[in-house]
């Protein structure tokens, strides 16, 4: 059965979209409380500087490690089984450990916790394909566009929980956000078990092609290159920011300020992506994203007042939803339903593989070449992107007009 011969029932469909957005909603106010505050405090536990944003390369270290065998697994128990796996041992279990870490003062236990986070990642990020398997054709765009706006409401909740949520323990206040991760854990089971998808979206054991086979159609190292570089390079601006804002002299509260607007840009565009895809076509969307991220490297290297940061994250942010929704929509339309756990898995691998790259190299790069060196040294990945998309743009142009 081809993805394009599923017809799900319409109300459940935005059913399942609604409680799919929901959850990634409450999986990113999590991450993002990582991402903007577990730089500081691994650079607080942490016997050395170079390692305080370890905690947050492991945990894309644990969403590598984990995303192939959860998609593979999810293939065989289906993905709410799996879902439920990701929230109870990932979100409720990372959750409790890093705040264990922070209040005994333990790197290690902190570390371990933040990797278990990433066990939570791995699987939260097939979120937006749950989403494509169950959509109709004609609304599978909008469908992963859609999941991925959940993010909305994690920009103003994951960097306000990584600032105000230090009041809730005032022996260990920075053990305080980690504890609500477990709390939005719990509610993220809940909704994940009212998830429903139809039992059309699920793998009907048909014939499957070889990886080698798919992986040579030549959009696909395109979507992987797109998603994955430019993943990795916002992680790795991301990861840098706070600890970058703390040098220069901004308070906690202005870098979670900047970090809002950065994730406000990296998800509020999804209320529109996936109509930009439907109306001018994927691989112009690619090619403004990596334009997009040229304009924020060069607005971080100009300035490191307030506003050049906001400017810059949120470039850094629009960048990375245009690249990483194109990619996603791209790679969803050269698989079939029963290919999609490799399919999806390899692609995951490779862009968290890189991802937990990028989010280790935030803090050495940061203290060897500074904020305006780290923005430099991206650009070049940034230019890779934007060749790959104009020499597929080249070779469909050619094909259409019989030279291919």
């Known amino acids: 059965m081809s ?52 905690p947050v390369a492991l945990m894309m270290l644990g969403t590598v490690a ?34 264990l870490g922070v209040m005994t003062g333990s790197f290690l236990l902190f570390s371990l916790g933040n990797l278990l986070l990433g066990v939570y990642q791995a699987f939260a990020m097939y979120y937006r394909f749950a989403a494509a398997d169950a959509a109709s054709e004609s609304f599978r765009s909008k469908a992963i566009s859609l999941v991925m706006a959940g993010g909305v409401v994690a920009a103003f909740l ?48 048909g014939p499957q092609r070889p990886m080698r086979e798919i992986a040579a159609r030549p ?47 990296m998800f509020a565009p999804s209320f529109f992506t996936g109509s930009l895809i439907a109306r001018f076509g ?7 994203g990596g334009f997009i991220l040229l304009i ?14 906001v400017v810059a994250l949120v470039a850094l942010g629009v960048g990375w939803n245009f690249l990483f929704i194109g990619g ?15 399919v999806q898995g390899i692609n995951d691998l490779v862009v968290f593989g890189l991802v937990a790259l990028g989010s280790f190299m935030a803090g050495t790069l940061l203290h060897q070449i500074g904020w305006a060196g780290l923005n430099m040294a991206v650009t070049p990945f940034v230019l890779l992107v934007l060749t790959a998309v104009a020499w597929l743009s080249l070779r469909e142009a050619s094909t259409r007009s019989g030279f291919g």
């Not at 504890?179 to 979206?201: D, F, W, Y």
């Not at 924020?296 to 940061?309: E, K, M, N, R, V």
């Not at 996603?328 to 490799?342: F, I, Q, V, Y």
């Open 3 to 54: 993805q394009a011969s599923i017809s799900p029932n319409p109300l459940r469909e935005r059913l399942n979209v609604a409680l799919l957005a929901s959850s990634q909603a409450l999986f990113l106010i999590a991450a993002i409380t990582v991402m903007t505050l577990s730089g500081v405090v691994g650079r607080d536990l942490a016997p050395t500087p170079t390692l305080a944003t370890l």
């Open 66 to 99: 984990v995303t192939l065998p959860a998609s593979l697994l999810m293939k065989r128990i289906g993905r709410r089984a799996g879902f439920l796996i990701g929230t109870v041992g990932g979100g409720i279990g990372g959750g409790a450990v890093a705040a």
């Open 158 to 205: 994951g960097p306000w929980n990584a600032n105000y949520g230090q009041a809730l323990l005032a022996a260990t206040p920075q053990a305080g956000p980690y504890v609500i991760i477990i709390a939005l854990s719990v509610l993220a089971t809940i909704l994940i078990g009212l998830l429903r998808i139809p039992p059309a979206a699920e793998p009907q054991g």
């Open 219 to 265: 959009r696909f190292p395109v979507a992987l290159i797109s998603a994955a570089l430019g993943y990795a390079v916002m992680v790795l601006v991301m990861t840098a920011t706070p600890l970058a804002m703390r040098d220069a002299g901004f308070e906690m509260a202005q870098a979670a300020f900047v970090m809002q607007w950065h994730v406000l840009g």
């Open 282 to 288: 994927v691989r112009r969307i690619l090619g403004a």
């Open 296 to 309: 924020s490297a060069a607005t971080a290297i100009s300035g490191q007042t307030l506003s050049h940061f």
């Open 328 to 342: 996603s929509t791209m790679l969803t339309a050269l698989h079939t339903p029963d290919e999609r756990g490799k």
